[in-house]
C-alpha cells in the first residue's frame, strides 16, 4: 500500500461504494463496513494532507527564490 498509495479519487470512490451499500447489510456486515470506511477515511485524510503539505513546500521555494 505504501508503495503504491491509493489516489484521492480512488479512496472516495471506496468510501462511496461503501455508503451505497451500508443501508442493505446485517448488524455484523454494518460493523466490518464502518471499520473499513473508517480507514479509508483515515486514508483520504492522509491524501489530502500530503496534497497540501507538498503545495506548501512548493509555495515556500518558489517565495525563497523571488528573494
Known sequence: MKE?????AEVTSMTMSLAV???DTGAKKTGALLLIA???RDQLEEGIMAK????????A????KAN
Open 21 to 23: 451499500g451500508l443501508p
Open 61 to 64: 521555494e518558489s517565495r525563497r
Open 38 to 40: 473508517g480507514r479509508l
Open 4 to 8: 503504491n498509495p491509493l489516489t484521492v
Open 52 to 59: 497540501a503539505e507538498q503545495q506548501e513546500n512548493m509555495e
